[in-house]
């Protein structure tokens, strides 16, 4: 006897974002189809950046996303520079490092508290969690440490979503040391609780179902030299994927599905993989800061871990890293000095790529002697790993099977929120929509 | 009378808006405690439907599926706000817009396969439906914000004053950035509200709050050509980018129709 179950979700919360999800399966608990689909026509920033001056770019493609502009806005600038030659300070290095990790401890703050740690404790919402005393301390806590990423995006770069003073050549305003180091006194305060946060999110990913739940797939990173990549370095995967990151256009292919506005990406040769946190924690794991490692160790983390919903718990080590490299890079920054920025215009064509909170971000193209951008490619994270969420699908749907529909359909969204989806990024859309035969 | 229902909708856009609208953690939890949140996907897994009393839309339409859902949000808000410059003049996606590329044309150079891809010219939402307020900016500016919650929970109309952002300017006694420094400053012709945010930290103003009540853009283009140096495409663009198609900033674009 065949039973036929349709369970339809219009939209996934707690995503940033909205898109569509169909899940078919048989009678005979085989998954059938699993493919993310998104309806809502995107943005087209590919099209209309062509044509526009090489300055505008880093300020148009922050606004791709409102969790992770930094992230874009970074990659683009690298990519311009290097194709018009332009040479940055040290200083300017190190504030946009600043810059990326304060991004890095918002949207940490807020994925984990926010948008994942309900699905855990079994309420709809942050919202609803604060209803309840015993967890009201650690909401409290939560909506502190977000505070304080947005507080140093604030101060580097005049308000909390787009950035007003990173350009071309460096910034046209820097912070006062008083500012800096009133974060930095701040930043101590919040280690421990984000210290906590490792281990509070061990707890939640261990519980059953989640602990058993494993997939081998490649893991692709940038990786540095001698520090945690975040706007720089080699892309190397667990696979033996070690280029120079103006090449990823060479290796990491991209390919439009039919019914799908987001384009897959697949490893050149072979197949779907992953970004984000795990993967970094993954292949970085001796850069992280010594206590990242050592909260990573307490709570008998090891690598390589191809478990997706251990993906909250690489965050939280990435987050206690993130506050100890944001505390480094104040020392190390001093008393930030005014530079103009300056730069001229020169034909060249170059790609780049940073750490979004979510995974690899690229960006790249080519520009000409007057500064008009030819073509630009744009890359980000959700698209890449949108295959191998559906992979992800594919393969736990039919371990999760006994669940109740409505069990089923949370446990579905999880593995949704494991990726920390930016749908504006990857362009938008989300629904779930299963059906059983 | 009850808590007002609030809802938050998204459009096309970057979510930087709603994102705003949670980034007032000091007292995010009290006005959690003045208003009723009934619909936030991205904050909230339980969304129930309307009516509703305030609604705020982000973003832009760009496409017939969310021009359908622009509409339902109309029929069930009692007030709808328009939140940021997506959904006040199209912002950054209505570049396409003018990109002198047909809608085809554009969907060609991002995708390989169009017969799925449902695309169309980006306007802000009163060009489709009637619209009760406007949050500006891009993003929108957090106290402007927390005025008009406030006004509403009040039953008051906010006091919102779109004279140019020179005035803040002056207030703060900033230094000129297009007199002295030769900055292609949109402050003059753009609306005030942002406390003059990027000029104070030596950014020119890009026009991201759309025009001001005094919006004077000819004037301004001469000025970008004969004393900036910029080309007529160079002054094109300045105009075309968030709020191209209002009226006021496309006089400033002049016979060029496109960069």
Same mark, same amino acid.
């Not at chain 1, 001056?53 to 996303?65: D, H, L, S, Y």
């Not at chain 1, 505070?147 to 787009?162: C, F, K, P, T, Y």
């Not at chain 1, 350009?167 to 701040?186: A, E, H």
């Given at each position: 006897?065949?039973?036929?179950?349709?369970?339809?979700?219009?939209?996934?919360?707690?995503?940033?974002?909205?898109?569509?999800?169909?899940?078919?399966?048989?009678?005979?608990?085989?998954?059938?189809?699993?493919?993310?689909?998104?309806?809502?026509?995107?943005?087209?920033?590919?099209?209309?950046?062509?044509?526009?001056?090489?300055?505008?770019?880093?300020?148009?493609?922050?606004?791709?996303?409102?969790?992770?502009?930094?992230?874009?806005?970074?990659?683009?600038?690298?990519?311009?520079?290097?194709?018009?030659?332009?040479?940055?300070?040290?200083?300017?290095?190190?504030?946009?490092?600043?810059?990326?990790?304060?991004?890095?401890?918002?949207?940490?703050?807020?994925?984990?508290?926010?948008?994942?740690?309900?699905?855990?404790?079994?309420?709809?919402?942050?919202?609803?969690?604060?209803?309840?005393?015993?967890?009201?301390?650690?909401?409290?806590?939560?909506?502190?440490?977000?505070?304080?990423?947005?507080?140093?995006?604030?101060?580097?770069?005049?308000?909390?979503?787009?950035?007003?003073?990173?350009?071309?050549?460096?910034?046209?305003?820097?912070?006062?040391?008083?500012?800096?180091?009133?974060?930095?006194?701040?930043?101590?305060?919040?280690?421990?609780?984000?210290?906590?946060?490792?281990?509070?999110?061990?707890?939640?990913?261990?519980?059953?179902?989640?602990?058993?739940?494993?997939?081998?797939?490649?893991?692709?990173?940038?990786?540095?030299?001698?520090?945690?990549?975040?706007?720089?370095?080699?892309?190397?995967?667990?696979?033996?994927?070690?280029?120079?990151?103006?090449?990823?256009?060479?290796?990491?292919?991209?390919?439009?599905?039919?019914?799908?506005?987001?384009?897959?990406?697949?490893?050149?040769?072979?197949?779907?993989?992953?970004?984000?946190?795990?993967?970094?924690?993954?292949?970085?794991?001796?850069?992280?800061?010594?206590?990242?490692?050592?909260?990573?160790?307490?709570?008998?983390?090891?690598?390589?871990?191809?478990?997706?919903?251990?993906?909250?718990?690489?965050?939280?080590?990435?987050?206690?890293?993130?506050?100890?490299?944001?505390?480094?890079?104040?020392?190390?920054?001093?008393?930030?000095?005014?530079?103009?920025?300056?730069?001229?215009?020169?034909?060249?064509?170059?790609?780049?790529?940073?750490?979004?909170?979510?995974?690899?971000?690229?960006?790249?193209?080519?520009?000409?002697?007057?500064?008009?951008?030819?073509?630009?490619?744009?890359?980000?994270?959700?698209?890449?790993?949108?295959?191998?969420?559906?992979?992800?699908?594919?393969?736990?749907?039919?371990?999760?099977?006994?669940?109740?529909?409505?069990?089923?359909?949370?446990?579905?969204?999880?593995?949704?929120?494991?990726?920390?989806?930016?749908?504006?990024?990857?362009?938008?859309?989300?629904?779930?929509?299963?059906?059983?035969? | 009378?009850?808590?007002?229902?609030?809802?938050?909708?998204?459009?096309?856009?970057?979510?930087?808006?709603?994102?705003?609208?949670?980034?007032?953690?000091?007292?995010?939890?009290?006005?959690?405690?003045?208003?009723?949140?009934?619909?936030?996907?991205?904050?909230?897994?339980?969304?129930?439907?309307?009516?509703?009393?305030?609604?705020?839309?982000?973003?832009?339409?760009?496409?017939?599926?969310?021009?359908?859902?622009?509409?339902?949000?109309?029929?069930?808000?009692?007030?709808?706000?328009?939140?940021?410059?997506?959904?006040?003049?199209?912002?950054?996606?209505?570049?396409?817009?003018?990109?002198?590329?047909?809608?085809?044309?554009?969907?060609?150079?991002?995708?390989?396969?169009?017969?799925?891809?449902?695309?169309?010219?980006?306007?802000?939402?009163?060009?489709?439906?009637?619209?009760?307020?406007?949050?500006?900016?891009?993003?929108?500016?957090?106290?402007?914000?927390?005025?008009?919650?406030?006004?509403?929970?009040?039953?008051?109309?906010?006091?919102?004053?779109?004279? $140019?952002? *020179? &005035?803040?300017?002056? /207030?703060? +006694?900033?230094?000129?950035?297009? !007199?002295?420094?030769? =900055? %292609?400053?949109?402050?003059?012709?753009?609306?005030?509200?942002?406390?003059?945010?990027?000029?104070?930290?030596?950014?020119?103003?890009?026009?991201?709050?759309?025009?001001? $009540?005094? *919006? &004077?853009?000819?004037? /301004?283009? +001469?000025?970008?050509?004969?004393? !900036?140096?910029?080309? =007529? %495409?160079?002054?094109?663009?300045?105009?075309?980018?968030?709020?191209?198609?209002?009226?006021?900033?496309?006089?400033?674009?002049?016979?060029?129709?496109?960069?």
């Amino acid at each position: 006897m065949s039973t036929t179950r349709n369970i339809r979700v219009d939209y996934i919360a707690r995503t940033e974002g909205d898109g569509a999800f169909d899940v078919l399966i048989d009678s005979n608990g085989i998954v059938k189809k699993a493919s993310w689909n998104v309806w809502e026509p995107p943005r087209f920033f590919e099209a209309f950046l062509i044509g526009r001056k090489a300055e505008e770019i880093p300020e148009f493609v922050q606004r791709i996303c409102g969790i992770c502009p930094h992230s874009h806005h970074i990659a683009s600038l690298r990519a311009i520079e290097r194709a018009m030659d332009v040479k940055v300070s040290n200083q300017t290095v190190l504030l946009r490092e600043l810059l990326h990790y304060s991004d890095w401890i918002m949207s940490h703050s807020l994925h984990i508290y926010y948008l994942a740690a309900p699905d855990f404790l079994g309420y709809e919402s942050v919202i609803a969690m604060a209803g309840n005393s015993d967890l009201l301390p650690i909401v409290e806590n939560a909506l502190k440490i977000k505070r304080l990423g947005n507080d140093m995006i604030v101060v580097l770069s005049g308000q909390e979503i787009q950035n007003k003073t990173s350009v071309i050549g460096g910034f046209t305003s820097v912070p006062s040391v008083t500012d800096l180091r009133k974060l930095q006194d701040q930043l101590k305060k919040m280690k421990e609780f984000a210290y906590d946060t490792v281990k509070l999110t061990n707890t939640l990913a261990s519980q059953s179902p989640y602990k058993d739940l494993s997939r081998r797939c490649e893991h692709v990173a940038l990786q540095d030299v001698g520090k945690y990549a975040i706007n720089e370095g080699r892309l190397v995967s667990t696979m033996g994927l070690d280029v120079p990151e103006w090449d990823y256009p060479k290796y990491m292919i991209e390919k439009h599905v039919p019914e799908c506005n987001c384009k897959h990406s697949i490893i050149k040769d072979r197949d779907s993989f992953l970004v984000g946190p795990l993967a970094r924690v993954n292949l970085n794991f001796n850069t992280l800061s010594i206590d990242a490692q050592k909260a990573a160790k307490e709570i008998g983390f090891t690598t390589p871990c191809y478990n997706p919903f251990m993906s909250i718990v690489a965050r939280s080590i990435e987050l206690v890293h993130a506050i100890d490299a944001s505390i480094a890079l104040i020392d190390e920054i001093g008393t930030p000095v005014f530079e103009r920025p300056r730069f001229s215009y020169k034909a060249g064509k170059s790609f780049a790529a940073t750490e979004a909170p979510r995974g690899t971000c690229c960006h790249g193209g080519q520009i000409d002697k007057y500064g008009v951008v030819k073509k630009w490619d744009i890359v980000a994270p959700t698209a890449r790993n949108v295959y191998n969420l559906n992979k992800d699908f594919e393969e736990f749907i039919p371990k999760l099977l006994d669940l109740s529909d409505e069990d089923l359909t949370l446990k579905c969204e999880v593995m949704i929120r494991n990726y920390d989806p930016c749908q504006s990024c990857a362009t938008h859309s989300l629904k779930v929509r299963l059906q059983r035969e | 009378m009850g808590k007002p229902k609030v809802a938050f909708f998204k459009l096309s856009s970057c979510a930087g808006c709603q994102l705003t609208a949670l980034n007032i953690e000091p007292i995010l939890l009290d006005v959690l405690g003045v208003v009723d949140i009934t619909y936030f996907v991205m904050a909230k897994r339980e969304n129930h439907g309307g009516p509703y009393d305030i609604g705020f839309v982000e973003g832009a339409v760009t496409s017939p599926r969310e021009l359908e859902e622009l509409k339902k949000i109309r029929e069930e808000c009692s007030v709808v706000v328009a939140m940021g410059t997506c959904a006040c003049f199209g912002g950054i996606p209505s570049i396409k817009n003018f990109c002198g590329m047909t809608q085809k044309e554009v969907e060609a150079k991002v995708y390989t396969e169009l017969w799925d891809i449902k695309s169309m010219p980006v306007y802000g939402i009163d060009y489709y439906i009637d619209v009760d307020y406007y949050l500006r900016g891009c993003p929108i500016d957090k106290n402007e914000y927390l005025i008009l919650i406030k006004s509403l929970l009040k039953g008051i109309n906010p006091l919102f004053r779109f004279h $140019s952002v *020179c &005035n803040e300017c002056i /207030l703060k +006694e900033n230094v000129c950035l297009l !007199i002295h420094k030769k =900055k %292609a400053c949109m402050g003059s012709v753009t609306a005030s509200g942002c406390g003059a945010l990027c000029p104070s930290l030596g950014r020119e103003c890009e026009g991201c709050r759309g025009p001001a $009540s005094d *919006c &004077n853009a000819e004037s /301004l283009a +001469e000025v970008f050509m004969k004393d !900036i140096g910029l080309s =007529k %495409a160079d002054v094109a663009r300045k105009f075309l980018k968030y709020a191209g198609n209002t009226p006021e900033f496309s006089k400033g674009v002049g016979h060029y129709e496109h960069y």
